[in-house]
């Protein structure tokens, strides 16, 4: 099995930014995609951005395009979320998914992390 965690989380002042990090551990092979999804306080878990493994598209929800950028490092095996002009609707729990991920000892399934906490606060 793998292995998927997620830092960076944190307090950060509205129009401020903020990194968020997801790095995967064991022998992936490879995968689908991997992607960001949060849920805030009483409310369903939402989409946010995918990037796909070969790290050539990407896709945002509409809510955070032009001020979220996701972005992948092949060789580390780690994925990023630049948040800038964060918002008080940015306030969630962040998770990561590796999407269809396998090698030769595992079929293709999806993990998750076990989200970082994202409050935007004055």
């Known amino acids: 099995q793998f292995q998927v965690a997620e830092s960076g989380g944190g307090l950060v002042q509205p129009g401020g930014s903020l990194i968020l990090s997801c790095t995967i551990s064991?022998?992936?092979?490879?995968?689908?995609?991997m992607a960001w999804y949060r849920q805030a306080p009483g409310k369903e878990r939402e989409f946010v951005a995918e990037?796909?493994?070969?790290?050539?598209?990407?896709d945002y929800a509409e809510s955070v395009k032009g001020r979220f950028t996701i972005s992948r490092d092949n060789a580390k095996n780690t994925m990023t979320l630049q948040m800038n002009s964060l918002k008080y609707e940015d306030t969630a729990v962040y998770y990561c998914?590796?999407?269809?991920?396998?090698?030769?000892?595992?079929?293709?399934?999806?993990?998750w992390g076990q989200g970082t906490l994202v409050n935007v606060s004055s």
């Open positions: 990037v796909t493994w070969s790290g050539d598209n990407t």
């Open positions: 064991g022998d992936v092979f490879s995968a689908t995609s």
């Open positions: 998914k590796l999407g269809g991920a396998y090698n030769w000892n595992h079929s293709p399934r999806d993990y």
